[in-house]
């Protein structure tokens, strides 16, 4: 991977508004959702999202993370005994969590790039695609989330409704009020087309 320079004009204002969208408040979280989740021999990064960057950015503790997400026996991701040193090593095993998150459940909207982690390009994008999968987790209450539930929204669920034939045949006959109401309506006081209002003082 080779190094990039600065970026100047309005490439610089494009990082900058992406950094900005980077919450420092939610990497605290994330942090320790991570390592309640994984344990606490997965480490700590330093704060900010440099920090966090290098410690996510070889993709064994994300892989950690989304395997602790299933039962023993059907783990989704290989991990190696070794962090992988070289470049594509790293960046296949962040493609393999991603893959695997989207298995689980977390929308093709909520994930991020390889490239947004590994070269840092978007770390909000990064923190989104974790909230989603926390958020996932909690709402699956399946005994393998670890944590405080209040870290993560519950997503909405299902909440299907079954009516018999007759209720439906009773609901043809009903005029909703979207199509209006005549009820209360009345023509007293109107008078004749063309007519002057008759106003008596």
């Known amino acids: ?29 994330l942090v320790e959702w991570i390592i309640a989740q994984c344990g606490p021999d997965v480490g700590r990064p330093d704060r ?5 960057q290098v ?11 989304v395997n602790s997400l299933y039962p023993d026996g059907s783990k989704p991701v ?20 991603l893959k695997a998150a989207e298995d689980y459940g977390v929308t093709k909207t909520d994930m991020f790039q390889t490239v947004d982690l590994f070269e840092g ?8 695609t974790l909230m989603a999968l926390g958020s996932l987790a909690v709402t699956k209450n ?7 539930p209040n870290w993560f929204m519950k997503k909405a669920q299902e909440h299907k409704r079954e009516f018999t034939e007759s209720q439906l045949q009773e609901g043809k006959h009903v005029i909703g009020l979207q199509m209006g109401s005549n009820r209360g309506a009345s023509q007293a006081g109107m008078t004749g087309y063309g007519r002057p209002r008759q106003i008596i003082s």
């Open 1 to 29: 991977m080779a190094n990039k320079g600065p970026s100047y004009g309005m490439s610089r204002e494009v990082q900058s508004k992406i950094e900005k969208k980077y919450d420092e408040e939610l990497e605290e979280r």
């Open 48 to 52: 900010g999202c440099v920090g966090f």
């Open 55 to 65: 410690w996510l950015k070889n993709g064994v503790i994300l892989s950690k993370l």
């Open 78 to 97: 290989k991990v190696p005994e070794h962090p992988p040193s070289m470049v594509f090593k790293q960046m296949e095993q962040v493609a393999q969590f």
């Open 121 to 128: 390009k978007d770390l909000a994008a990064v923190q989104r």
């Open 142 to 148: 399946d005994g393998h989330y670890h944590g405080d």
